[in-house]
């Protein structure tokens, strides 16, 4: 055996400031927990069913990604790295690290009263404002004619 324990439900790892700047994501998405002490008026206004996905997602992510760094780690030691089976643990990591972005959007937008988001660039609008700040591109919604 390598020294690897297996993780029971009680030992499941929770989320870290580490992992959600190791993703990409905000560091504020791990440290906004619902009830947290000290937390913000803002945060604590925040959609419950949201931060409650973006919990779920982050431990997910955590966990993912604890379990490719691990994976690897065997087949190296073992000399017997499988690409095949890596590249298939890391695109369900990317996948929800996706989800888990835009999840945390969807968070920001509502904590700050944005409108909506430039489908050219995916910068924030306010209301009233017809042309990105960012890319220039149209913010006015065209109909199609069916």
Known sequence: MSGF???KPA???QPSR???SQNGTSAT???NGAGAVGTPAAARNQNPELRAQRDRLL???TVLQMDLGGAFYEMAIRDHVRLDVLTRKAA???RVDAELAQVERMIELERTGVLGLCPNCEAPYGPGVQFCSQCGGSLQRTEVSA
């Open 11 to 13: 030992d499941e790892p």
């Open 29 to 31: 998405a791990a440290s």
């Open 18 to 20: 580490a992992s959600a």
């Open 92 to 94: 369900e990591l990317q």
């Open 59 to 61: 431990q997910r992510f």
């Open 5 to 7: 324990r297996l993780l």
